[in-house]
Every structure is written in structure tokens, then in C-alpha cells.
């Protein structure tokens, strides 16, 4: 009983490098979402998809890019990563809108140097 | 803005007592509000949820209140066991096709032996 999976769990990039983070939840869940939580910040939305093939901007789009062509999967991409892409960052899926509850995944740690 | 507000950054309570988690909202759209838990290195788990007609959902040993008229709600965790040191976060929902959850900072619970 997976629930939501994050990989990778931790990763150091270098200025300018690129990345993919990859959700995957085994729930059918229809929503998704990424987060990221910086101390002293709680958790902000990145971005979020509503069904397979959606996506939308959350608070904090900027230099993040996402996808979902499968239902099960939402990938969070940076193109050119910068240090203030240091962060934690958590996906989440949610079986209804009405509930608001979110299920989490465990977190993948990103230090941007 | 901040729209969900923790002003205590963190609590520590003996265990056996009462631990009572604050959170105020200025966003008169929110109508679902959330608690979740969150340990180190871990993701947020989903604790107990209130809807905006009601003013009190009880959960064993969690209980949240809401009060609509102070845009208040709090979190009342009795007795405090250790098992419950953990930070904790406030959000809130506008449902009615919202997708996105507004998160506070969160408190730091510590509770001592």
C-alpha cells in the first residue's frame, strides 16, 4: 500500500543544471499537486493538475515546469535550477475537491548550490 | 498576505496535559479547514478537518473548534502523549472549485515526558 511516492528522496544540483522530480500515487486519485516548504513558509503550492493531461500554475510557478500524462504520475521539472530552488519538496493527491484532504508524499529534499 | 496565520511558532506541554494549537484566518471564503501533523523527514499526515457549519469536530483525542465570527479555530489534543511532538499545520479551503489549500506556518509541538 505505496499511497504517494516521491523520487528521488534527496539530490544535489549545481547552478544551472536541470531536473525531474517524480510523483507517483497507486490511489486513482484525479488531483495532484506540488509543493514546497521553506522554513519559517509552510507549504506553497507550485503547481497542480486536475486529470491526466491538465495542469495549472499554483502561488509559486516561477522556473518550475510539470506534466502529467499519466494519471498515477505528475513529474516537476527544472530546466536551470537556481539556489533558491533550495527546498523540500512535496507531492501530494487528493481523491475529491469537497474534502480538501491531501495525501503526501514523503518529501525529496533539493539543495541547489 | 498571509491568509492562515500560526502565530505560535511552537508549544511545549507536559504530558498528560492539554495542548491547544491556535490558527486564525482572514479569508471570510474559507469554508474547510484542516489540521495535518508532520514529523521530521516525514510527509504531512491528514488529522482532523472541520467544515464552516459546524463548530466542533472531535476525533479521540483531538478535538477542533471553530468560530466563524473570530475567524478562529484551534486544535485541542488531550492528554498530550510524546507520540504527539510534531509540527503542526492549519490549512484552509474555498471548495466551491478551489484547488489550492492555504497552508500556515505551522507550530512545533513538543511534548515532555
Known amino acids: 500500500n505505496a499511497g504517494v511516492t516521491q523520487t528521488p528522496k534527496f539530490r544535489v544540483l549545481k547552478t544551472g543544471q536541470s531536473m525531474t522530480l517524480l510523483c507517483a500515487q497507486d490511489?486513482?486519485?484525479?488531483?495532484m499537486y506540488w509543493y514546497r516548504q521553506d522554513p519559517g513558509m509552510g507549504l506553497r503550492l507550485i503547481h497542480y493538475?486536475?486529470?491526466?493531461?491538465?495542469?495549472a500554475k499554483g502561488e509559486v510557478p516561477d522556473g518550475y515546469n510539470v506534466s502529467r500524462l499519466k494519471k498515477q504520475n505528475f513529474l516537476l521539472g527544472l530546466e536551470s535550477a537556481a539556489p533558491s530552488q533550495t527546498s523540500v519538496y512535496f507531492c501530494?493527491?487528493?481523491?475529491?475537491?469537497?474534502?480538501?484532504?491531501?495525501?503526501f508524499g514523503e518529501g525529496s529534499r533539493l539543495t541547489v548550490l | 498576505d498571509q491568509q492562515v496565520k500560526q502565530n505560535s511558532p511552537s508549544l511545549s506541554v507536559q504530558e498528560g496535559r492539554i495542548s491547544i494549537l491556535n490558527c486564525d484566518y482572514t479569508n471570510s471564503m474559507f469554508d474547510y479547514f484542516l489540521w495535518y501533523k508532520k514529523y521530521p523527514a516525514e510527509g504531512p499526515t491528514f488529522l482532523i478537518s472541520i467544515s464552516s457549519i459546524k463548530d466542533k469536530n472531535e476525533d479521540g483525542r483531538f478535538t477542533v473548534f471553530l468560530n466563524k465570527s473570530a475567524k478562529h479555530l484551534s486544535l485541542h489534543i488531550v492528554p498530550s502523549q510524546p507520540g504527539d511532538s510534531a509540527v503542526y499545520f492549519c490549512a484552509a479551503y474555498s471548495g466551491a472549485g478551489s484547488y489550492q489549500l492555504t497552508f500556515g506556518k505551522g507550530t512545533k509541538l513538543s511534548v515532555i515526558p
Open positions: 501530494a493527491s487528493q481523491r475529491a475537491l469537497e474534502t480538501g484532504e491531501l495525501f
Open positions: 490511489m486513482n486519485h484525479e488531483y
Open positions: 493538475s486536475v486529470g491526466e493531461g491538465t495542469t
